[in-house]
């Protein structure tokens, strides 16, 4: 860690790219550099892991020290604070013998507690615990919390006619083609869907990041069958592509 601290502050001296950096521009790194993760533990491959693990590792590297330039906090300051938060919240385990044995779902329960404890005196609505993910997950998590109070349809059947009756209001939004209003209910819908999943046990960002896993892997196949009958993609007719396509799906079950 050393090693790596050094050579950080050394590109920030020196590189004029890192230079130009802020933790604002960083940002959208770190959400890439997230799935990059996801992606190589999904394929498996523990040397990519590793490789992607590095790269997350740097985001937080990156940011550190340019706090550390501004006299905010530094990287020693960042292990500190969820080093101390992670033993606060696992008192079963630092603090054993004030604990009975605990299964994982008592342990849920003892973390979400300790959390709330932390944020006791603070104003905050209920949905302000969502973490700030992907839009996807933020809003199958605010739906899984609004539904702990009973704001939610009793079965998946409501939520499914629900999600009809958006569709229907985003197919007349874009007959009226109002650009305004066919992106409000294209999200509705996109909420309405994520809703039906949820009511299903399904996790839509990993069904959405599935498909898209299958859509490249075929797609990639396509590219390949192109290059060897000499072709660039580009000229293949939509009637070839789509035989491709079906080939790929037979292919690569």
């Known amino acids: 860690m050393d090693k790596l601290l050094a050579v950080m502050r050394e590109l920030r001296e020196k590189c004029p790219w890192d230079q130009q950096q802020t933790p604002q521009s960083l940002t959208k790194y770190a959400i ?14 523990t040397d990519e892991i590793r490789d992607e693990l590095g790269d997350l590792l740097l985001q937080v590297v990156f940011q550190s020290q340019m706090y550390s330039e501004i006299g905010a906090f530094d990287f020693d300051d960042v292990v500190n604070a969820i080093t101390e938060k992670l033993i606060r919240r696992h008192p079963h385990v630092f603090q054993a013998t004030q604990f009975s044995q605990l299964s994982a779902d008592d342990v849920a329960v003892l973390w979400k507690k300790i959390k709330q404890q932390e944020k006791q005196g603070k104003a905050q609505s209920r949905l302000d615990e969502i973490k700030h993910g992907s839009a996807i997950q933020q809003a199958h998590e605010i739906q899984k919390n609004a539904a702990q109070i009973g704001f939610d349809f009793p079965d998946v059947e409501g ?12 197919q007349q939004a874009m007959h009226n083609q109002n650009s305004d209003e066919i992106l409000d209910e294209f ?3 996109l909420f309405s869907l994520i809703n039906v999943g949820r009511k299903l046990g399904l996790s839509s960002e990993m069904a959405l990041l599935s498909t898209i896993h299958k859509f490249r892997t075929r797609f990639a196949f396509i590219e390949d069958q192109a290059q060897q009958q000499h072709k660039k993609i580009e000229t293949l007719s939509l009637e070839e592509m789509d035989r491709l396509w079906e080939q790929a799906k037979q292919q690569l079950k």
């Open 32 to 45: 890439e550099e997230a799935y990059e993760v996801e992606a190589a533990v999904r394929d498996g491959n």
């Open 187 to 189: 999200g509705d819908c």
């Open 159 to 170: 939520a499914y006619g629900k999600l009809n009756e958006e569709l229907a209001e985003l």
